[in-house]
């Protein structure tokens, strides 16, 4: 049985998109509805076929939906429920997809009194923006976080959703998932924006060059600081106090690392760069990167 | 007309051994001789067949060679330098692979004193180390820069090897190439081994968690962070005082990121996040990253 047989997503970004591709080709008989407030969006979004109805409307779109996700910048989530709120359909579960979940949590808790709430978080995505960017495979074998304030028949539909779309689902704590995001995404996220920021501010190497030689790492790090920016900035804005806590930490390694270089201190820095490799090794097997050398990138 | 007709690499790790399979797939007439000091590497050689002799003597493998090309971490190039002084052959070139090029044209020069020396760096890599990690097509499109004392025709002839092998070659300055790739390739490194050393000491957020929710952004870094970590040790060592002074520039950025977020100042934050994209569209347009969303990655 399907989990739920009406759904309706308001944002149709490269995540709102990749999802409404993904029900389209695991729940083929799920009535889809989904709005976005552009105009361009929303032709792009007829053309590519990926929904049922698409309307300017937020309100309009959620009306006899079972499950609403909100896939919009985690600043904007707040007002969008609001827009929504008298539309809603008795018994409807209202989920989202941002990239923090204590601010986003309790904006909707705010915005929808008696509403059944269930934040979620799907580990995914690519650098691209946009309902062209969008892809049904995008959330297979990867994490979906959810962190409804209580657990129960709710959070396990939305479970089984997510499960639906090739997802694995953990649930935690709202407060704990943007401890872990903020080490895990947030904080490499504002440490690749800052380094492709300073590289391109020198005097001493030029633009130029900064671009001809990215091969020797520094290409890496161009490619999450190309994401999204207004999805970004709203992340920092409201996860603040990890983000600062844990960049905190980052920096006090830098730090240290900075003086054994200073000093010559050849062991500290071998012995940091041998015991590295072994998360990689981790990480790939689990499953959540490629074994392929440099990502898998042509040669 | 070939630029050379006999080759001697010196150490078959990644690029060694890579070197050495371009060559003969590109010139396939060219008489390679290789040594290495591992055991295991040189059987590894031997069952490729990606050289023509394989000896544990340096001195042995260069004794007629036209072009000399040492593939060793930057610490060991000079002793390798005074290794293979005595068995020169009159008019050959010593060039070398190596990531810091200052230090190394002072070592060369100091251990091989009359000898024409040519510094190279092929600016290319993947994460993997040892013989069986080379191939091919790695310089291929990739840019090969030499940092001969003067420009003539020693420095021609290896540029014409370069691009015999597909790579695109620039001359600089030893310490401009050093000031550059601090930028494009230390720094970089330097800053994914400390965020991948960062998030596995972490208290509040357990390893298992960073491995599991790093699509988020984080496993981008554990890539480079897998690095060999003696070659990489001896980069730090070597280029000391432009990687100091780039990751001051970084560390000052970084810490005006942080105000701003401290301070909620999200149109600054947007700003950057917005610039940054540019950078990533011209290293696409200039081909030396993919266009493809995730690096390629498998979806």
């Known amino acids: 049985m399907l989990p739920f047989s009406r759904v309706a997503i308001i944002g149709m970004g490269l995540i709102g998109s990749s999802l409404a591709r993904a029900v389209r080709e695991a729940m083929p008989t799920v009535r889809l509805t989904v709005s976005d407030g552009d105009a361009d969006v929303r032709a792009r979004v007829l053309d590519l076929d990926i929904a049922d109805d698409v309307t300017d409307n937020a309100g309009a779109a959620v009306v006899d939906a079972e499950l609403v996700i909100l896939a919009v910048p985690v600043g904007a989530m707040g007002a969008v429920a609001a827009e929504i709120a008298a539309d809603l359909a ?22 929808l ?7 979620g978080h ?9 309902p062209d960017a969008g892809f049904a495979s995008l959330f297979r074998d990867r994490w979906c976080i959810l962190t409804p304030a209580k657990e129960g028949a709710d959070s396990a539909r939305v479970s089984a959703f997510w499960e639906r779309l090739g997802a694995k689902v953990e649930i935690m704590d709202a407060a704990h998932h ?3 995001l903020a080490v895990t995404s947030h904080l490499p996220h504002l440490i690749a924006y800052s380094i492709v920021g300073t590289a391109s501010d020198l005097e001493s190497v030029t633009r130029s060059e900064v671009i001809k030689f990215s091969a020797g790492g520094f290409r890496d790090f161009t490619r ?10 709203d992340v920092f804005l409201n996860n603040r106090e990890a983000v600062l806590e844990t960049l905190g930490r980052f920096t006090e390694d830098l730090v240290a690392l900075q003086r054994a270089i200073r000093w010559g201190e050849g062991d500290t820095l071998e012995a940091l760069f041998t015991r590295t490799r072994a998360i990689r090794r981790s990480i790939i097997d689990e499953g959540q990167d490629t074994e392929t050398p440099d990502f898998g990138r042509p040669h």
Chains 1, 2 share one sequence.
Not at 113 to 119: E, L, R, Y
């Open 224 to 233: 999450i600081a190309a994401s999204d920016p207004v999805m970004w900035r």
């Open 113 to 119: 009194p008696g509403i059944a709430i269930v934040p």
């Open 90 to 111: 008795p018994g409807a579960i209202v989920s989202d997809v941002g990239s923090v979940k204590g601010r986003v949590l309790a904006d909707l808790t705010a915005a």
């Open 178 to 180: 943007d401890r872990v």
């Open 122 to 130: 799907p580990v995914a995505g690519t650098e691209k923006s946009g």
